[in-house]
């Protein structure tokens, strides 16, 4: 038996609930654990009192050391250009998407601007554009079907939060702004075809390393004002972001950078490696249970050549967007049956004979949910 | 010549801008690093990686080791309750006054609910409640102007901030429901004359301790309601609240919890002995400076029994109020002729006649604006 993703350890008790219905990245421990000291931070208690940080950025509360660390770990992958765009940090990127709202929406609009993201769309977009009603912005739903007249926002997931696709707006109309969220443009989860330079790029931690609880994410921002108007917001909800959770994840990033360039090392110190072999085989296991049972249908990847690990590979998603088969329409209820916590396709605008189910949980909780889906037949 | 606000080190060049604008706590730094490394932290790559925390808090992502600091920081410091309270994280208090405009405000109510503070409040108030011209809550202004029928939310902040008095609700109607802001109510800043224990009570380690840097603030709620509803909005705008951060604040409000009950102590580890110090020395300086100036007057601060000092004292407030003397009317310009960045008397709905300074700046730009309000004679 293998240790990591072999489908054999087994320590949850048949009766207890999986939570998969999260995208809790708690995957990687054992590669961290593996790095031992290497990613250790030490701080102080005099250390970093200053609500500001010491550096050029127009984001006054950014640490050095973490732009630093991005623009160099973009630049080893290749996944995004950081040349000429300015970098926001942000308490996860569920912070950045509401900065991103208020800092493209025209305050002094009658109407509120449309927010739109086509189905299925990552379910936390309604309620981060609805939570307070803003009268500067307002969700308006999937973009296949918008068709009101004026200025719009539109959401592009892509690899897309649920299923994986790789994506581009739909909408394609003067006066849209389109903000590309790439919290999956990583090799462990997608081929990485070319070296992006949109406008507005959102990144985060929580998907690239599995430092979820750190809440680091960031923005790469061609237009100056706004960067500004987002570093604005920023300030006024919540002063700045953690420089503890800043100066780890900066140390973080860098050793993720550092080791990225060397390919078969047996030290492993290759986290997009670790992440694709995990997942490869994690998805290998589900797409051979999947066909057992015959009850779901998973979706298809296409093969495409990644710059980053020069070969040619298909997609492994951070999720896995099951379709329930014919007679079964609620695909969330059925998972319930087995006490297998998942999300209803409804949350993503789509149909609930869908469901999201995190593939990106600890070993035992991976090998629970398969176990119980091998059961279902 | 004494080291900590002793009024004789000059590091400053004389052209050099101070910035008493922000209230960026820094003068704790001595006190932090005596202490050496009893308030370092450890963290190691592969720890709290989940967004999760394991709790039993309503509030999913609270640090258990966070709220055993603050319940027993509250309770060794005598200034507020904590039983059958729910303790609340945020990034910040900024994030908590959000989420507090989000919790006691019906969110199907067809006209926003009115935010109201006496003047002069807190400069930032205006901007959170309005930054994205929320349907749900909007900023109403000055308390003591505030005569719209139906329910209304007041900010209390009390020691008020800018001017450091004691303060209790103004507005008094049914329907009303009181946020209090207590981020100054400390030994080092005003004397502790009970312990609240008022229904939302809203703490920041920033004032207390002066780790703005790391953005951790707590709420304590009675309602148990209104604390879901907080969590909710966490949630939903930045996915809980740094770990790191959390972990190192818990580990600071212990030792300051622990060496708060020892007084005169040769070690010197009370944070609020040596807070208080500073400041009424802080404070002695600028009185003398103001009274040889005869530009600018100060408020004045009734002797009161501190509790936990167990003695007569005055407040010793973390911003100094200053009203320019007749035929001055813009006090900001006046200190920026001086290059002394403050902020008007305009910005918490005032008159300009008044600026707020920080006191809470480290020692040399302290000096330097002393040595500069002294030459405006």
């Not at 500004?228 to 140390?251: D, H, P, Y």
């Not at 085989?281 to 249970?289: A, P, V």
Request: charged share 20%; proline share 6%; hydrophobic share 35%.
């Amino acid at each position: 038996g293998k240790e990591n993703g072999g489908g054999v350890t087994r320590n949850l008790p048949s009766d207890a609930v999986i939570n998969l219905d999260h995208g809790d990245p708690t995957m990687y421990e054992p590669f961290w654990r593996k790095l031992g000291d290497k990613c250790t931070i030490v701080i102080k208690g005099y250390e970093h009192l200053s609500y500001f940080s010491s550096n050029k950025n127009p984001c006054w509360f950014l640490e050095p050391k973490l732009e630093d660390s991005i623009r160099s770990l973009h630049g080893a992958v290749g996944n995004a250009e950081t040349d000429g765009y300015t970098i926001v940090v942000g308490t996860g990127s569920s912070q950045l998407l509401q900065s991103v709202l208020y800092a493209v929406s025209p305050p002094d609009q009658p109407n509120p601007m449309n927010v739109v993201s086509a189905a299925p769309y990552y379910s936390c977009y309604p309620e981060t554009a609805d939570i307070v009603r803003s009268g500067v912005y307002k969700w308006a739903g999937d973009a296949h079907g918008f068709d009101k007249d004026g200025p719009y926002i539109e959401f592009v997931t892509s690899p897309n939060n649920p299923n994986g696709v790789i994506r581009g707006p739909v909408v394609n109309r003067d006066g849209g702004i389109v903000v590309h969220d790439l919290a999956y443009y990583w090799p462990q989860y997608t081929p990485i075809t070319s070296s992006l330079d949109f406008d507005i790029m959102l990144f985060t931690a929580s998907k690239c390393t599995g430092h979820a609880g750190s809440r680091i994410g960031w923005a790469l921002v061609k237009d100056k004002d706004i960067a500004k108007r987002m570093v604005n917001f920023m300030t006024v909800t919540s002063i700045g972001v953690s420089k503890e959770s800043q100066l780890r994840v900066a140390k973080i990033l860098q050793v993720v950078a550092d080791g990225c360039k060397r390919f078969g090392s047996p030290d492993g110190d290759n986290l997009f490696e670790f992440g694709r072999n995990m997942m490869a085989k994690r998805w290998e296991i589900l797409r051979e249970t999947v066909k057992k049972t015959q009850m779901f249908t998973l979706p298809k990847y296409p093969l495409q050549h990644c710059n980053y690990f020069g070969d040619l590979t298909q997609a492994h998603p951070g999720f896995a967007w099951i379709k329930c088969n014919d007679g079964m329409e609620d695909c969330e209820e059925v998972f319930k049956g087995s006490k297998i916590l998942v999300r209803s396709g409804r949350r993503f605008g789509s149909d609930p004979g869908y469901a999201r189910v995190s593939m990106m949980s600890k070993d035992d909780e991976f090998n629970g949910f398969i176990d119980r889906l091998s059961s279902m037949i």
